[in-house]
């Protein structure tokens, strides 16, 4: 029976490897996820790690050598590119140059052969709503980047596909255009329905745009779950200091709620914490630790503010404590502002660390 508490998923990878002719380790290894119908999954992982093989395996475009696909519970393993009803955009555009923003969007309804006039009724429709008008018969060559990118999302939409595909489509354009294309995107792929994977390399991008968030590294999916799980609860170092800044503090297991920390001594760490053998990474954000007078009461550890980086929104602090060099984030207009040679107390809720797994070779 249908549970609308735990819908099923609508796209389900399981297994899927990919290794390319003539190259050491699989491009893409027995990678799985699942993701419901509407919902956006971000693909985010460092340069050559798998993420556009796993996207091009999910278009069609790149056969696996093992491993499942299914689309609504069917299995895509002999469906081809063009009966797949899959949109795709990427990050060169790829628009057809000699032809018109109305032609390059019509593409994809023309090779399904859609007759004339509801072609052209759905091409019109795309234009209003990627805010092409008065652009229609222009060459693509005319057009910004931003314009150009407008156009290959319209295309890839207009044969109002059952997914669609992203490969760093934003890549291209600057700073505060990709601040705007992302809310965009967003917000149309929300309107529309469409269940979508986008990769990206930009953690930011990933956090502020996914329902789901799929870290990869060698080819593998290290870790997925909602953006606050991956941010909050990374489970090693890899996924930690990919998705934002952390301190990684190097904690033996004492009993009784506490760790002995290197550099730190004995403090409390969370709870709930396993017990464990040997040395483990503990996880410290640096917005996590906040800056005291010295002197204050229940603080963890005192130091030495060494420098200070002023963003707008924050002063970032690098404060040295015995061995240690602490990163420490200060919300601006607090009214205390810290400067170099100062000396400062920190200090931190134990619940606020994370017990990493130990690192994969
Ligand atoms: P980027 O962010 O740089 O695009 P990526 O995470 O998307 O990287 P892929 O493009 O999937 O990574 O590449 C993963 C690995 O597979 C790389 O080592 C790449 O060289 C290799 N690879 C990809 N396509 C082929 C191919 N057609 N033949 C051989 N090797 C390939």
Redesign the pocket.
């Known amino acids: 029976m249908h549970n609308p508490d735990h819908p099923a998923a609508y796209l389900a990878a399981r297994g899927l490897s990919k290794r ?4 050491a380790a699989p ?2 290894d027995r990678v799985g996820f699942t993701l419901e119908r509407g919902g956006m999954l971000m693909l985010l ?12 395996m999910v278009a069609g475009l ?1 056969a696996p050598d093992a491993g499942s696909l299914l689309v609504g519970g069917r299995d895509m393993a002999d469906v081809p590119l063009h009966r797949r009803n899959m949109g795709m955009v990427f990050q060169s555009y790829a628009l057809f140059p000699h032809l018109s923003v109305a032609r390059n969007i019509a593409f994809g309804l023309e090779v399904r052969a859609v007759a004339r006039a509801a072609r052209d009724r759905q091409v019109a429709e795309m234009i209003a709503m990627m805010h092409l008008d008065g652009l229609e018969d222009r060459p693509v060559t005319s057009l910004s980047g931003g314009q150009r990118q407008r156009v290959a999302l319209a295309r890839a939409l207009a044969i109002k596909p059952d997914i669609l595909l992203l ?2 489509p934003l890549a291209n354009l600057d700073v505060k255009l990709r601040d705007a294309m992302r809310a965009e995107i967003r917000a149309l792929q929300r309107r529309l329905g469409v269940t979508a994977i986008f ?1 990206t ?1 930009d953690q930011e991008e990933a956090l502020s745009m996914a329902d789901q968030v799929a870290v ?1 590294a060698d ?1 593998r999916i290290r870790q997925a779950g909602t953006p606050a799980d991956i941010y909050e609860r990374p489970v090693d170092r890899f996924v930690a200091s990919f998705i934002g800044r952390g301190n990684f503090l190097a904690a033996h297991w004492q009993g009784g709620g506490t760790a002995r920390i290197d550099g730190l001594g004995t403090l409390p760490i969370p709870a709930h914490a396993a017990p464990w053998h040997g040395t483990r990474t503990l996880l410290l954000r640096p917005h996590h630790i906040h800056a005291r007078p010295p002197g204050d009461r229940d603080v963890r550890c005192t130091g030495t503010v060494e420098d200070v980086v002023y963003t707008g929104e924050r002063h970032t602090l690098s404060v040295r404590v015995g061995p240690l060099g602490l990163t420490v984030d200060q919300p601006a207009g607090t009214g205390r502002a810290f400067a170099p040679g100062q000396a400062i107390a920190l200090s931190w809720s134990a619940d606020d660390m994370v017990v990493l797994d130990p690192d994969q070779p």
């Open positions: 390319f002719p003539g190259t491009s893409v992982g460092p340069s050559g790690c798998g993420k556009t093989t796993l996207l091009r790149v490969d760093e990769v390399h990869m080819g």
